[in-house]
């Protein structure tokens, strides 16, 4: 009998997802759970041992079946358990004892089935970390590595294909299935399919750091529903990109939004998933927002590889389809640059008859009479100075015909594509699916091919064009026990950071309000100022166009109308400012997501930040030049650029005081809810801070 004991010489999560072998659980020719696994891993070719474990014994899946664990005799690397919960936890127990490295939980009835379910799952989770057992699940489909002709799946899945580059990871299984459907359909071969489920053990960031390691993956597409572990996520993501594997991710669903973000008013207005576009902006996550996108983005960035960020040169034999393209480019930012003099007269000559240098370039139907104007045309596209890829729209077809009409045109194509080390594509004119023998045709030329369409593919191309995320900066120092409330004090701390702030004055009386009016001169603001109140509008708290000698009056007037609105309320006096005209009101305000940390979120201020809610948002800290990508992003920018004759704002003193902002809130420390500028008034002199808040945890 050989020692069940003995060392593996892989770690426990190596044996688990490299077997050598399995055991089933659970077997039965009763259940399509198990008929799938077992055929499952005889369609794949898996060479090592399958043992069957029934309590009945028997011959099952035409092989006699053990009665336990224990019966096997021999080691086991790894387990499918497909028995119900009820019945789990000792053959946890059982696995542990006979030194089984992992398991596959299938079973339903934990964490997502309530309170009860989740008191399941951790006591599982508690026996089988105490037994060294990694487990897939529970409530998952299992797992699939296509390199080691190793399928743990519970549902029928196809052969492994040649030239696989491709994982998937998926929290849901279901969707697994379907990712692995459509990747098929495109004939793009994966080298990994796993589905984690509940994640009691093993979760997304683990599969990622394993996958990171293994050679033949080149990118890593990901569904997620939620992250569990934010850090270990980046990190795993980390270390995926420093291994030259992009990550894709598909993410549903608000996040497990805590009440942190939900009590601030930033947070409602920009909401959970903005965080986590931040978060992608960050770190560098190429994000994605349908199954289709998910998976021909992964697959172009694992053919593709690295990109220099920069324009794309797209030629096509039809107008109407570059049309199509540039409308697609615009909405999508891929920008298809105006070709320089040099390229527009290198192209001319090579042309055919009546085709007019551009970019995209129409090579007319003439190019069907004369292709290899193909060939000569694409390196010349691709040596202009701003272009940073290429791309050919071309159907490859099912199957060849007999006359290897587009054969001849994938070949013009591929020498053009040759010609230049500037990474090269061919997008068909619409979504279509992909034969093996279309798949083997644009392998045979060394084409990357993407069937999703001019839209998809365009979409698919968009994030690989990107520059990558800018390292973040060096944080700021915390400002020691500092924790202003309240306007005055708020704008006061601010100004200590360097955000430039409007004068202001506290009048407790009418004497203080006629001096300080006298003081400032010209129109006035009057604010009241009390801890209680967050939005003195809303209070009566607010005049404004106040005359200087209509001071004291106007002072008196709005304490009545704030006592009357809000008796409860502590009133400290009343904030006297300089009425500020012109310019353009910016909203900045900062929250603190419970997952992924401090934000700021930047939009148009006053009213519309409420009514429009155009906003961008970063993780903190942004420098000013992400300060500047973030006003780029606000569908409101024109505004900032001089709009109906007004003069552009001082967009590079708006950006540093955007900066300070967020500085000033992470110097404030974990237990700063938000912080809220609105307006940070905006001219073409500069900027001025006119109202703040701070929202503390408590």
Same mark, same amino acid.
Not at 358 to 366: A, E, K, R, V, Y
Not at 383 to 389: C, G, I, L
Not at 398 to 416: P, Q, S, T, W
Not at 509 to 522: F, N, R, S, V
């Given at each position: 009998?050989?020692?069940?004991?003995?060392?593996?010489?892989?770690?426990?999560?190596?044996?688990?997802?490299?077997?050598?072998?399995?055991?089933?659980? *659970?077997?039965?020719?009763?259940?399509?759970?198990?008929?799938?696994?077992?055929?499952?891993?005889?369609?794949?070719?898996? %060479?090592?041992?399958?043992?069957?474990?029934?309590?009945?014994?028997?011959?099952?899946?035409?092989?006699?079946?053990?009665?336990?664990?224990?019966?096997?005799?021999?080691?086991?690397?790894?387990?499918?358990?497909?028995?119900?919960?009820?019945?789990?936890?000792?053959?946890?127990?059982?696995?542990?004892?006979?030194?089984?490295?992992?398991?596959?939980?299938?079973?339903?009835?934990?964490?997502?089935?309530?309170?009860?379910?989740?008191?399941? !799952?951790?006591?599982?989770?508690?026996?089988?970390?105490?037994?060294?057992?990694?487990?897939?699940?529970?409530?998952?489909?299992? @797992?699939?590595?296509? #390199?080691?002709?190793?399928?743990?799946?519970?549902?029928?899945?196809?052969?492994?294909?040649?030239?696989?580059?491709?994982?998937?990871? /998926?929290?849901?299984?279901?969707?697994?299935?379907?990712? $692995?459907? @459509?990747?098929?359909? !495109?004939?793009? *071969?994966?080298?990994?399919?796993?589905?984690?489920?509940?994640?009691?053990?093993?979760?997304?960031?683990?599969?990622?750091?394993? =996958?990171?390691?293994?050679?033949?993956?080149?990118?890593?597409?990901?569904?997620?529903?939620?992250?569990?572990?934010?850090?270990?996520?980046?990190?795993?993501?980390?270390?995926?990109?420093?291994?030259?594997?992009?990550?894709?991710? #598909?993410?549903?669903?608000?996040?497990?939004?805590?009440?942190?973000?939900? !009590?601030?008013?930033?947070?409602?207005?920009?909401?959970?998933?903005?965080?986590?576009?931040?978060?992608?902006?960050?770190?560098?996550?190429?994000?994605?927002?349908?199954?289709?996108?998910?998976?021909?983005?992964?697959?172009?960035?694992?053919?593709?590889?690295?990109?220099?960020? *920069?324009?794309?040169?797209?030629?096509?034999?039809?107008?109407?389809?570059?049309?199509?393209?540039?409308?697609?480019?615009?909405?999508?930012?891929?920008?298809?640059?105006?070709?320089?003099?040099?390229?527009?007269?290198?192209?001319a000559p090579v042309l055919p008859e009546f085709a007019v240098p551009?970019?995209? #370039?129409?090579?007319?139907?003439?190019a069907m009479l004369k292709p290899e104007s193909i060939t000569a045309?694409?390196?010349?596209?691709?040596?202009?100075?701003?272009?940073?890829?290429?791309? @050919?729209?071309?159907?490859?077809?099912?199957?060849?015909?007999?006359?290897?009409? &587009?054969?001849?045109?994938?070949?013009?194509?591929?020498?053009?594509?040759?010609?230049?080390?500037?990474?090269?594509?061919?997008? /068909?004119?619409?979504?279509?699916?992909?034969?093996?023998?279309?798949?083997?045709?644009?392998?045979?030329?060394?084409?990357?091919?993407?069937?999703?369409?001019?839209?998809?593919?365009?979409?698919?191309?968009?994030?690989?064009?990107?520059?990558?995320?800018?390292?973040?900066?060096?944080?700021?120092?915390?400002?020691?026990?500092?924790?202003?409330?309240?306007?005055?004090?708020?704008?006061?701390?601010?100004?200590?950071?360097?955000?430039?702030?409007?004068? !202001?004055?506290?009048?407790?009386?009418?004497?203080?309000?006629?001096?300080?009016?006298?003081?400032?001169?010209?129109?006035?603001?009057?604010?009241?100022?009390?801890?209680?109140?967050?939005?003195? %509008?809303?209070?009566?708290?607010?005049?404004?166009?106040?005359?200087?000698?209509?001071?004291?009056?106007?002072?008196?007037?709005?304490?009545?109308?704030?006592?009357?609105?809000?008796?409860?309320?502590?009133?400290?006096?009343?904030?006297?400012?300089?009425?500020?005209?012109?310019?353009?009101?910016?909203?900045?305000?900062? =929250?603190?997501?419970?997952?992924?940390?401090?934000?700021?979120?930047?939009?148009?201020?006053?009213?519309?930040?409420?009514?429009?809610?155009?906003? /961008?948002?970063?993780?903190?800290?942004?420098?000013?030049?992400?300060?500047? $990508?973030? =006003?780029? $992003?606000?569908?409101?920018?024109?505004?900032?650029?001089?709009?109906?004759?007004?003069?552009?704002?001082?967009?590079?003193?708006?950006?540093?005081?955007? &900066?300070?902002?967020?500085?000033?809130?992470?110097?404030?420390?974990?237990? =700063?809810?938000?912080?809220?500028?609105?307006? #940070?008034?905006?001219?073409?002199?500069?900027?001025?801070?006119?109202?703040?808040?701070?929202?503390?945890?408590?």
């Open positions: 009998m050989a020692d069940i004991h003995a060392p593996a010489g892989t770690t426990p999560l190596d044996r688990l997802l490299r077997p050598r072998s399995i055991a089933l659980i *659970g077997a039965t020719e009763r259940s399509i759970w198990s008929v799938s696994a077992h055929d499952n891993l005889k369609r794949f070719g898996f %060479t090592g041992n399958i043992h069957l474990v029934n309590p009945k014994g028997g011959i099952i899946h035409g092989q006699e079946a053990a009665r336990s664990i224990a019966e096997i005799g021999e080691r086991v690397d790894a387990a499918l358990i497909m028995v119900p919960e009820a019945g789990l936890l000792e053959i946890i127990d059982e696995l542990g004892a006979a030194g089984v490295a992992g398991a596959v939980v299938l079973s339903s009835g934990f964490a997502e089935a309530g309170a009860a379910g989740a008191a399941r !799952q951790a006591e599982m989770t508690r026996r089988a970390r105490q037994a060294g057992l990694r487990l897939i699940g529970p409530n998952c489909l299992g @797992f699939a590595s296509y #390199l080691d002709n190793t399928a743990i799946w519970t549902t029928p899945l196809r052969r492994p294909m040649p030239g696989a580059r491709l994982a998937i990871v /998926s929290q849901s299984g279901a969707l697994a299935g379907q990712m $692995e459907q @459509f990747a098929y359909q !495109q004939r793009i *071969g994966l080298t990994h399919l796993v589905s984690t489920g509940n994640e009691a053990d093993l979760n997304v960031a683990d599969i990622i750091n394993h =996958l990171a390691g293994q050679a033949a993956v080149r990118a890593i597409a990901v569904f997620l529903e939620t992250v569990r572990d934010p850090a270990g996520f980046l990190a795993a993501v980390a270390t995926a990109r420093a291994a030259g594997k992009p990550v894709v991710v #598909l993410k549903v669903g608000a996040s497990a939004a805590a009440a942190k973000a939900a !009590q601030a008013h930033t947070g409602s207005l920009v909401g959970n998933d903005a965080v986590f576009n931040a978060v992608c902006a960050r770190h560098g996550i190429i994000r994605a927002y349908s199954m289709e996108e998910l998976i021909l983005t992964a697959d172009l960035a694992a053919h593709l590889g690295p990109m220099p960020p *920069g324009g794309l040169a797209l030629a096509a034999m039809s107008g109407g389809l570059c049309e199509i393209a540039l409308d697609n480019a615009e909405t999508l930012g891929v920008m298809l640059p105006g070709l320089d003099t040099a390229t527009m007269a290198a192209l551009g970019n995209p #370039l129409d090579l007319t139907g003439g045309a694409l390196p010349v596209l691709a040596a202009d100075p701003r272009v940073a890829a290429l791309a @050919f729209v071309f159907d490859v077809p099912l199957k060849e015909d007999a006359r290897g009409a &587009a054969r001849k045109f994938i070949r013009h194509v591929a020498e053009g594509f040759k010609q230049t080390s500037k990474p090269c594509l061919l997008i /068909s004119h619409s979504f279509g699916t992909v034969s093996a023998e279309g798949r083997a045709l644009v392998e045979e030329y060394g084409i990357t091919y993407c069937a999703g369409g001019i839209s998809l593919g365009l979409k698919a191309l968009a994030p690989l064009l990107r520059a990558a995320p800018p390292p973040a900066p060096a944080l700021p120092a915390a400002a020691a026990t500092a924790r202003p409330s309240g306007e005055r004090a708020v704008l006061a701390y601010l100004a200590a950071r360097g955000v430039p702030v409007v004068p !202001q004055h506290l009048a407790t009386c009418t004497t203080d309000a006629t001096a300080a009016a006298q003081k400032l001169g010209g129109g006035l603001a009057l604010k009241i100022a009390s801890p209680d109140i967050a939005h003195k %509008t809303e209070a009566g708290g607010v005049a404004l166009n106040i005359a200087p000698e209509d001071a004291a009056s106007a002072y008196e007037a709005l304490l009545a109308r704030v006592r009357a609105a809000r008796p409860e309320a502590e009133i400290e006096g009343v904030i006297i400012s300089p009425m500020r005209g012109g310019g353009t009101e910016i909203f900045v305000g900062t =929250l603190n997501d419970p997952q992924w940390g401090p934000a700021i979120s930047v939009g148009l201020g006053g009213i519309w930040v409420e009514a429009l809610k155009d906003t /961008s948002l970063r993780l903190l800290p942004v420098s000013a030049t992400e300060a500047r $990508e973030m =006003l780029e $992003e606000l569908r409101g920018k024109a505004l900032l650029e001089g709009f109906r004759g007004a003069p552009p704002v001082d967009r590079a003193a708006l950006a540093a005081a955007i &900066a300070a902002i967020g500085n000033a809130a992470l110097a404030l420390g974990p237990r =700063l809810v938000s912080l809220e500028i609105n307006p #940070l008034l905006a001219t073409a002199e500069g900027v001025e801070a006119l109202d703040a808040l701070t929202v503390w945890e408590d």
